[in-house]
């Protein structure tokens, strides 16, 4: 039995699915994980042929004018005086350490000893705190506590040698070791997390020293 609204022969023609024009549209979409900003632009094998130099230069090409990032007004000031507090900081403790020497007392009576030790020692657990939570959390700003961790824990073994009476010594030196292996941990392990981003920014050579690395500013 013929339908009493036949569909067009044309009509049918033009809305018929087209096998080849299916693929051609499935060879079109983007894979998954690949950028489609930029993989026209710049391709992964153009880039795994680039030298360590042509990485340094294209990723400085495309970082952010420093321009537009230098702190203006009292910040700037601030930044701008580093160098010259710090200059002048270290010239001026040179005769002060030699003025201290020859007038300091062999012994002396603390005002309040319990405060000053609870004052370093909650400090101290403060930046161990802030260093493991950032690690936890795996932020770049963790360097900071865990090489002020590192500083702070060398200041603590100082001090405990030092302020030791003799029947305490040994059990200070014992503390001050562990406390300086501590130390050594978190300091280098600081220096490498800026070394690695150095290298993977390509900002360093391998092999080459952190000294080498400039001041980003």
């Not at 824990?153 to 040994?170: G, I, M, N, Y």
Request: one cysteine or more; proline letters at 7%.
């Amino acid at each position: 039995m013929r339908s009493p609204n036949p569909m067009p022969r044309e009509y049918s023609r033009s809305r018929r699915p087209h096998k080849r024009a299916g693929q051609l549209n499935m060879a079109r979409e983007e894979p998954k994980g690949v950028p489609t900003m930029t993989k026209n632009v710049l391709s992964d094998a153009q880039i795994a042929a680039l030298t360590s130099a042509q990485r340094r230069e294209l990723i400085q090409r495309l970082e952010r004018p420093m321009a537009d990032l230098r702190p203006k007004g009292f910040a700037a000031k601030l930044t701008q005086a580093h160098l010259g507090l710090m200059t002048g900081g270290a010239v001026f403790m040179i005769p002060w350490i030699v003025y201290l020497s020859f007038t300091l007392p062999e012994n002396y009576t603390v005002r309040d000893w319990p405060l000053t030790w609870l004052g370093f020692d909650s400090l101290l657990v403060v930046f161990m705190a802030a260093t493991a939570i950032l690690t936890w959390l795996h932020r770049q700003v963790l360097v900071l506590p865990a090489f002020t961790t590192g500083i702070l824990l060398l200041c603590d073994a100082w001090f405990d040698v030092t302020t030791a009476s003799p029947e305490e010594f040994r059990s200070s030196v014992v503390t001050a070791l562990l406390g300086g292996i501590l130390a050594f941990v978190l300091i280098i392990g600081a220096v490498s997390l800026v070394r690695l981003n150095a290298r993977r920014l390509w900002l360093l050579d391998p092999g080459q020293s952190l000294w080498r690395l400039p001041l980003l500013s």
